[in-house]
């Protein structure tokens, strides 16, 4: 997750990643980024980051304020993630009916991703 230059060869609602301010290559605390993800560019901060088991950040697009994080809980043989979103807004208030069910699909491809990224080990960055 921390190298997220990558995200878009593994997870496919994430059409492109750059730094703002920063060459990476992963996050860190305090990193600003800019992204593309549902149809729209995304600016976002990482507001908390204790690798590994810990990575939040803020986002902001048009109508929507978001803040996602992720937990990842180990276990004895593997680790269970946990992922949660919220999101404020016009666009979120007037259309939760869609947004709800695009977020879920949306989620769970980036947590199959993980998973099988997880499985075969990194890309070359």
Not at 12 to 38: E, I, Q, R
Not at 61 to 66: D, H, K, L
Request: a neutral charge; charged letters at 15%.
């Amino acid at each position: 997750m921390c190298r997220a230059l990558l995200w878009p060869t593994w997870y496919s609602n994430c059409g492109w990643f750059k730094f703002d301010s920063t060459a990476g290559p992963d996050l860190a605390l305090g990193t600003p980024f800019t992204w593309h993800t549902f149809g729209s560019t995304v600016h976002s901060t990482v507001r908390r980051f204790e690798a590994p088991l810990h990575l939040e950040w803020d986002a902001t697009t048009f109508g929507i304020r978001a803040y996602h994080g992720w937990a990842i809980i180990p276990m004895e043989s593997n680790c269970q993630i946990v992922t949660e979103e919220t999101q404020t807004g016009l666009l979120p208030f007037f259309s939760r009916w869609f947004l709800n069910g695009m977020l879920q699909r949306g989620h769970q491809i980036w947590l199959e991703g993980l998973k099988n990224v997880a499985a075969r080990g990194l890309p070359p960055s």
